[in-house]
């Protein structure tokens, strides 16, 4: 399985982006999702995830900004960032809830002024 997340970018306080997480193999439909983060000295925190048949998670910090959404035919599974704040810096990572877990290589997110 290959995880490869794309979208991040800098964007200001505000702002919105995108993020999607493409997966390769067969298994990715059978699977919960996740989007994770870490800022520089925390450790990786759980943002979102979304089970196989839709169901979604968040974190307090993101709730009613984020949406996690999957797209089973194409084997992608987006993370829909509004009104980000300046604590939302951080790379963030795209994992499969397969075992052993299986993470992207994570993508830089800045939001500043």
């Known amino acids: 399985v290959q995880l490869v997340e794309s979208g991040g970018g800098l964007v200001q306080p505000g702002g919105s982006l995108r993020l999607s997480c493409a997966a390769t193999?067969?298994?990715?439909?059978?699977?919960?999702m996740g989007w994770y983060r870490q800022a520089g000295g925390t450790h990786r925190e759980m943002v979102a995830q979304?089970?196989?048949?839709?169901?979604?998670v968040y974190s307090d910090p993101v709730k009613g900004r984020f949406t996690i959404s999957r797209e089973n035919g194409k084997n992608t599974v987006d993370l829909q960032m509004n009104s980000l704040k300046l604590d939302d810096t951080a790379v963030y990572y795209c994992?499969?809830?397969?075992?052993?877990?299986?993470w992207g290589q994570g993508t830089q997110v800045t939001v500043s002024s």
């Open positions: 994992r499969i809830f397969t075992n052993p877990a299986y």
């Open positions: 979304i089970s196989s048949g839709g169901t979604t």
């Open positions: 193999g067969s298994i990715f439909n059978t699977y919960a």
